[in-house]
């Protein structure tokens, strides 16, 4: 039981790993600090379970100072510390013996909030789960910008009323993200996913369980939250998010991304950028993005036409893998080159009007007992079935707990930028915990010729020499353009086009002639993807 203020909250959970939260964040044998004096206060780190209890009050006679505390002694039994001694303000006292306890979970465990749990009414602006945000709102702020924060009920009615906020992707850390935006107070939330629960994705996309497989994650995680955060508005979307036009993007006050696809995040950044009208402030819309990868993640901050977007830092993204078709076919070394082998040269060999299906384990069976048999004939060890489907799905490894860290980073960013309560990220944070935590902020600047947010034309030096079709890998591999399937044309003049499949072949010939050939010098062309929604314009100088 613990009183804020006079107001009693009971039942207070933790989500169901350790995870950071926007007011209070706990870590095991490091200093935390609270929002205020906390007193009897005990903490158990043992296994995966987070025993917190909560034996009185806050010293509410104590002023506005920042209470800490952190463990001075304790048994280490396993790995674990227990029974520390904690310390408040300097003064040490010993932690009260009853105990209320929130574990991890597994997929098919209770769910993240008990049933017992009780809230004060049925609507979000009264339940005690956040409290701990009306602190916030309701005093001045020494994190605000000047005459930018007016503390009250006015910016609890916009945060719980008003503020409608987009969340694309219900993965790993779609979950985190829509659980700590719940917590947070925002009680109109809309998400989109084109993706159906798979059963691997259970030990850390904690808002599924087994039941659920199959489903889409977008509904299960909307029915999931509404369910357990009451008053709380969940509006789900099972779809892409290029099913949405401009109308649909603009009703939204901010929008976070938690996707795992670059070009996904292209599209949804240049979208965000052509939407601004400088003559119109609602139509610019903070995007707020958030990737991990394994122990690694980044969030930032995108104002679009005001700092730098998604695609200004594309020469930072590491290019895919890819393997020489050489090697594949007739010199391989690694496990990695069978298993593409299958994949590219002979399942096509095989099944000549069938596509392979990343998702069929069927399919990911077939490619496996090849990938096997030609590894066992070069002598090469290490092909496995999860190895396999890694390959061909370019699986990125997930971690529960990086995912947690990056979505509280997303959540905050969010919350400061709707309340103005703090001055929100400039603009990227990187994040690394190999072997250590390690996190820097920079602002990453604009690109002055960045297709999206900068000039319109980039200039660029070619050799007269190149052909069409060489100008087209060099989009598609340069790390400034990463396309995907370029078309290109020189004012109403089709230079290639990938589709149709009838003026393919018509302009086909064409990626056999030179640049010279085709009086490409001087000359402005226009470069088209239909996976991203802009155009990319090009001035040629032959040399």
């Not at 008003?162 to 935006?181: D, M, Q, T, W």
């Not at 030609?374 to 390959?391: D, K, P």
């Not at 007269?464 to 400034?480: D, P, V």
């Amino acid at each position: 039981m613990l009183s804020l203020d006079g107001t009693t909250v009971s039942d207070m959970m933790w989500p169901r790993s350790v995870r950071t939260c926007s007011v209070l964040r706990i870590i095991p044998f490091a200093s935390v600090t609270l929002p205020r004096v906390y007193d009897g206060i005990h903490i158990d780190w043992s296994n995966s379970a987070i025993d917190v209890n909560w034996s009185t009050r806050v010293d509410t006679a104590a002023d506005n100072k920042i209470g800490s505390f952190s463990p001075l002694s304790g048994d280490i039994a396993g790995g674990a510390l227990t029974q520390p001694i904690l310390s408040i303000n300097g003064m040490p006292r010993r932690p009260a013996q009853t105990s209320a306890s929130a574990s991890m979970e597994s997929p098919d465990s209770s769910p993240l909030i008990p049933s017992h749990a009780t809230f004060n009414g049925s609507n979000i602006a009264s339940s005690s789960k956040t409290r701990h945000v009306d602190l916030i709102l309701e005093r001045n702020s020494p994190f605000a910008a000047e005459d930018s924060f007016t503390p009250g009920q006015t910016v609890k009615d916009f945060l719980r009323t008003s503020c409608k906020i987009l969340v694309i992707g219900a993965g790993g850390l779609g979950c985190e993200i829509l659980a700590n935006l719940a917590l947070l107070g925002f009680s109109d939330i809309h998400v989109i996913d084109m993706d159906t629960i798979d059963v691997s994705n259970l030990n850390r996309q904690f808002l599924f369980r087994s039941k659920d497989v199959g489903r889409p994650k977008a509904l299960v995680a909307a029915e999931f939250i509404m369910c357990r955060v009451p008053g709380v508005r969940v509006t789900p979307y099972f779809g892409k998010i290029q099913d949405k036009d401009e109308e649909y993007y603009n009703q939204f006050n901010i929008v976070i991304c938690g996707l795992d696809s670059v070009e996904a995040r292209r599209w949804m950044n240049a979208t965000l950028v052509q939407m601004v009208d400088p003559e119109n402030p609602e139509t610019l819309k903070p995007m707020i993005d958030g990737g991990t990868e394994g122990f690694k993640g980044q969030s930032r901050v995108i104002l679009p036409g005001f700092t730098s977007c998604y695609e200004c830092s594309l020469d930072l993204i590491t290019p895919a893998t890819t393997f020489p078709i050489c090697t594949i076919a007739q010199t391989p070394r690694l496990p990695e080159h069978c298993i593409e082998w299958a994949s590219v040269l002979e399942w096509p060999k095989v099944f000549k009007d069938k596509k392979l299906d990343n998702d069929d384990p069927d399919h990911i069976q077939w490619l496996y007992d090849q990938a096997s048999a030609r590894a066992a004939h070069f002598n090469i060890e290490g092909v496995t079935w999860s190895l396999t489907q890694g390959v061909v799905k370019n699986i990125i490894p997930a971690i529960a707990s990086t995912n947690a860290i990056i979505a509280a980073s997303c959540c905050n960013e969010a919350f400061k930028i709707a309340t103005s309560s703090a001055s929100y990220l400039d603009n990227y944070m990187m994040y690394a915990g190999n072997d250590s935590v390690y996190t820097y902020t920079f602002s990453l600047e604009k690109k002055a010729h960045c297709p999206v947010c900068g000039d319109e034309t980039q200039e660029v030096s070619l050799s007269g020499a190149w052909t069409l079709e060489r100008l087209i890998e060099y989009l598609k591999t340069s790390e400034n353009f990463q396309m995907k399937n370029p078309s290109l044309s020189l004012g109403s003049k089709s230079l290639y086009l990938q589709a149709p499949p009838q003026l393919e072949r018509v302009t086909r010939p064409n990626l056999e002639k030179t640049l010279a050939e085709l009086n490409l010098h001087d000359a402005d062309i226009s470069v088209t993807d239909a996976r991203l929604p802009f155009n990319l314009n090009l001035r040629i100088t032959l040399t």
